[in-house]
C-alpha cells in the first residue's frame, strides 16, 4: 500500500516545478525590481550556453532611461563600451542627459556550458520613467557553436512564453522613493 502525506506531495510538486524550469532557464537579472530615480545594480545571470557549447561572448543592449552605466570587468574577457545619443533626453541628479552607453560588450572569455556566471553594469534609472512599467535588457549570448538572442519584449500586452521563447531580462519599475 502506498501512502503520501499533503506535505510530502507539497514537495514533490515543488521538485517537478524547480526541475522543469531549470531546463528553460535562460538569462535573467538578479534583482527583478527596482525604484524610479535610484542606482541600479543589474546583475545578467547566465546559467548556460547555448545548447551545450560554451559562452564566448554576451552583447547587452541597455534600455532607455538607464543611464550614468558602468560595466564591471571579468577577468579573461575583453570589455567594449558603445557610446551614442539618447532616444529622449534624461535627468539625473538635476543634471540634463543627452547621450551615454547603449550597449556593453564582454568578449574573448570562454563559460563552459556545465559553469554558470554574472555579468554586471551598474547605472540609474532616470527620472522620467515610470514606476509600474518594466525597462528590459535585451541580450545576445554567443557561444563556440550558436547564439541566443535573449531579446524578445511583450507588445501591446501580449506575453512572452518564458518556456518556449527567448525573453529579454526585464526589471520592473517602483515608484520613487
Known amino acids: 500500500m502506498f501512502r503520501t502525506s499533503i506535505p510530502g506531495a507539497v514537495l514533490v510538486a ?3 516545478v524547480l526541475g522543469s524550469s531549470a531546463a528553460f532557464a535562460h538569462i535573467t537579472l538578479q534583482d527583478k525590481q527596482a525604484p ?23 552583447r547587452v543592449r541597455i534600455p532607455s532611461g538607464f543611464i550614468d552605466v558602468k560595466p564591471m570587468p571579468k577577468p579573461g574577457w575583453k570589455l567594449d563600451v558603445v557610446r551614442g545619443k539618447y532616444q529622449t533626453p534624461v535627468t539625473a541628479h538635476g543634471t540634463q542627459l543627452t547621450e551615454g552607453v547603449t550597449e556593453v560588450d564582454w568578449s574573448g572569455g570562454n563559460l563552459p556550458d556545465a559553469f554558470y556566471d554574472e555579468f554586471v553594469v551598474t547605472g540609474f534609472i532616470g527620472d522620467e520613467a515610470s514606476a509600474g ?11 563556440e557553436k550558436g547564439v541566443s538572442r535573449w531579446i524578445e519584449v511583450p507588445r501591446d500586452g501580449t ?10 531580462p526585464a526589471l520592473k519599475l517602483l515608484p520613487k522613493r
Not at 524610479?36 to 548556460?48: D, E, I, N, W
Not at 535588457?137 to 554567443?142: D, K, L
Request: include cysteine; proline fraction near 6%.
Open 14 to 16: 515543488a521538485a517537478a
Open 36 to 58: 524610479v530615480g535610484s542606482s541600479y545594480k543589474a546583475v545578467l545571470r547566465v546559467p548556460h550556453g547555448c545548447s551545450g557549447s560554451a559562452t564566448v561572448a554576451l
Open 159 to 168: 506575453q512572452v512564453n518564458d518556456e518556449s521563447g527567448e525573453p529579454a
Open 133 to 143: 512599467q518594466t525597462m528590459y535588457f535585451p541580450v545576445v549570448q554567443e557561444c
